[in-house]
């Protein structure tokens, strides 16, 4: 249940394993929240050609056991499938519950600001239950991932002591192998309001890229296929590197990703080498 970045990770371990796996997304794609329509639709497609069978746009909506000890999972389409085994990988969210009428305030996760301070002074969170403030986007995001844990404990811990330190960003990654096919996903994938966009697709070479735009920096996006560009996406997209006339560029051929980072990266550079 559930074809998300865990659900993946579980199932290419099974597929190692020789199981004959079913996935069941109620998305009407897989990885719907790292992943647009098309590349979300080329994952399924690649774990179909591999022998997974993919249901969409389906719900688990019962799991019934009879004499034989073969689970009947029903799902909300109909169909009923026979498991031995049935993974439930749907999906995380902090447990906040007891925090009700504490004074400490809740979203999604712990609201902290930029210090990891909750709404309580001298109450702090960090990791997978705070939604942290991030200075790059000027919103609050709960984003579940290690290098977050890992940052957010460290700034956490010096405010902690004394030592005023600031959160820079809450970083927004994903990089995924399904069963080979290599995906990642960056900062707002699906776009800002007001933002542009562009994508392209080359379904037999098995690449995707979709850049997501707000002003002349990149903030966001997809890429299936293109593994050698991860650090120059991680590196515009974190470092909201003012992409002037390679925007335009980017827009009729978003392929240009690395050039761009070099000339755009490497302007930033210099402007601060004078500045400095
Ligand atoms: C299957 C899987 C794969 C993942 N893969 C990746 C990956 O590839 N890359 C990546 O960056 N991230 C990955 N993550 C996410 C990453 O593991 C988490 O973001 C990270 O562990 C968060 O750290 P944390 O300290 O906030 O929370 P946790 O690691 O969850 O630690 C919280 C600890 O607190 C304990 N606890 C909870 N409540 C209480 C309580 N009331 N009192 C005392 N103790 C309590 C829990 O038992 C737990 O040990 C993955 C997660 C999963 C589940």
């Known amino acids: 249940m559930g074809a998300g970045f865990i659900g993946c990770i579980i ?14 997304e109620m998305g009407d794609r897989m990885v719907p929240r790292m ?19 993919v249901h969409t746009g389906a719900r688990v909506d019962a799991i019934e056991r009879d004499a ?12 009923v499938l026979e498991a031995d085994l049935v993974i439930s990988a749907t999906g995380v969210k902090p447990n906040i ?7 400490v305030r809740c979203l999604v996760g712990v609201l902290t600001d930029e210090h990891l301070q909750t709404s309580v002074p001298g109450v702090y969170a960090a990791g997978d239950c705070a939604e942290a403030f991030d200075k790059v ?3 609050t995001i709960v984003s579940a991932i290690q290098p977050n844990a890992a940052e957010q404990a460290r700034v956490a811990a010096l405010n902690m002591v004394g030592r005023p330190t600031e959160l820079r960003g809450v970083t927004q990654i994903n990089v995924l192998d399904t069963l080979g096919l290599i995906s990642a996903s960056f900062g ?12 392209m697709t080359d379904t037999a070479a098995g690449r995707h890229l979709s850049l997501q735009f707000g002003g002349d920096r990149l903030v966001g996006c997809n890429a299936i296929g293109w593994t050698e560009h991860v650090g120059v996406m991680r590196g515009l997209v974190e470092g909201q590197v003012p992409l002037g006339e390679w925007k335009d560029k980017l827009l009729q051929d978003p392929t240009l990703l690395m050039q761009a980072y070099l000339a755009s ?3 930033q550079h210099a402007h601060a080498h004078i500045r400095a």
Do not use: N, Y
């Open 188 to 199: 707002a994938w699906d776009g800002v309001p007001g933002g542009e966009h562009v994508e």
């Open 35 to 53: 992943m647009g329509p098309v590349a979300g639709g080329m994952i399924k497609d690649w774990c179909v050609a591999k022998g997974v069978a």
């Open 137 to 139: 986007s000027g919103k």
């Open 97 to 103: 519950g007891f925090l009700q009428d504490s004074g």
């Open 11 to 24: 199932m290419e371990a099974l597929a190692a394993r020789g199981v004959k796996l079913s996935v069941v």
């Open 265 to 267: 990266a490497q302007a």
């Open 68 to 79: 034989t000890q073969v689970m009947k999972v029903k799902l909300s389409t109909g169909a």
